[in-house]
């Protein structure tokens, strides 16, 4: 059973990416990129999340835009799965629902390029009842 | 859930919760007993006894956000459409055992699905967590072990994207070889 790729060809990346003087760490310096948590609870992950996770790995790459994507928990906002929270360096994380690939595409091109808001945030965000 | 490979990504998410270290994921393609069986055990902080017998009912749950849990129900719903079962073990401090059975030719048996692409989330998501992932189909079997992977590295981290990146190409090409046979 000849594999196509094994951990000896991983072991040889790994000395590649060693030897090339920028290998960011992980961890080291979170405030500066942005930041973009889905939410994979039962709910998000029924709806679509881990699409919508893969979407922003790929193309946060794709479009040179130095950023890290995590998964986390039920957000609560059950109503609007899949649920992600962005948050830009510098500013307050914003939450905004019922995200799809056609949505993940703008809130890339407009909040996280040009800082512009899009539709669809949720606005229960941070703000209690008794404030409004 | 459309698929197995979201229900595991749902519930290793609570052996994650339950602070486990080590979690292994098999599964075990018996065609011609016409089984498919799940097999997820995980060295968690485990559950006593009462709650062992609650955790399948959709109102109880861990979370103090919500009254709801639906991870287990909806994966007990998915195995009993079938005709199979899905059978909890588990003993405090020790860990946790959840066994899905499902009847293989049944056309409620969810399909696969994306089982690369889960693990990769879950491993490069969760690098302090060692997975060992065994997929056996007949006499074919491939084992992914994250153990083995991270020794591989020598200290650089799992979750670099490069890594994942050739991580998941490599989970895709193993199971795909087994799938595909």
């Known amino acids: 059973m000849a594999k196509v790729k094994s951990l000896a060809d991983l072991r040889k990346m790994k000395e590649d990416l060693q030897s090339k003087v920028h290998l960011r760490e992980k961890g080291d310096n979170y405030e500066n990129l942005v930041q973009v948590k889905v939410g994979m609870g039962t709910s998000g992950i029924a709806s679509g999340a881990k699409e919508v996770f893969n979407f922003f790995v790929d193309e946060l790459e794709k479009r040179s835009i130095e950023g890290v994507v995590t998964q986390t928990g039920d957000m609560g906002y059950n109503f609007a799965e899949p649920t992600i929270e962005v948050t830009i360096p510098g500013k307050e994380p914003i939450v905004f629902g019922n995200v799809d690939m056609k949505k993940a595409d703008q809130i890339i091109e407009s909040y996280i390029k040009n800082g512009e808001l899009v539709e669809g945030i949720l606005p229960e965000n941070y703000d209690k009842i008794d404030n409004k | ?181």
């Open chain 2, 1 to 181: 859930m459309k698929d197995i490979a979201l229900h595991i990504l749902d519930v290793v998410n609570n052996s994650i919760s339950a602070k486990a270290t080590f979690i292994e994921i098999t599964i075990d393609e018996q065609i011609d007993a016409n089984i498919y069986e799940l097999n997820i055990i995980d060295n968690g902080r485990g559950m006593s006894p009462e709650v062992v017998q609650r955790v399948t009912d959709p109102f109880y749950t861990t979370r103090t956000t919500r009254k709801v849990g639906m991870g287990i129900p909806l994966l007990k719903q998915n195995a009993e459409h079938t005709g199979g079962t899905l059978i909890i073990t588990s003993e405090e401090g020790k860990g946790t055992n959840i066994k899905v059975t499902f009847e293989y030719n049944n056309i409620d048996r969810p399909p696969n699905g994306d089982l690369a692409g889960v693990l990769t989330i879950l491993i490069t998501g969760n690098a302090e967590v060692d997975f060992l992932y065994t997929h056996i189909i007949r006499d074919r079997t491939v084992v992914i072990d994250t153990r083995e992977i991270k020794e591989a590295l020598e200290g650089v981290s799992i979750d670099n994207p490069q890594i994942i990146r050739y991580l998941s190409e490599m989970f895709e090409e193993n199971i795909n070889e087994i799938l595909n046979n």
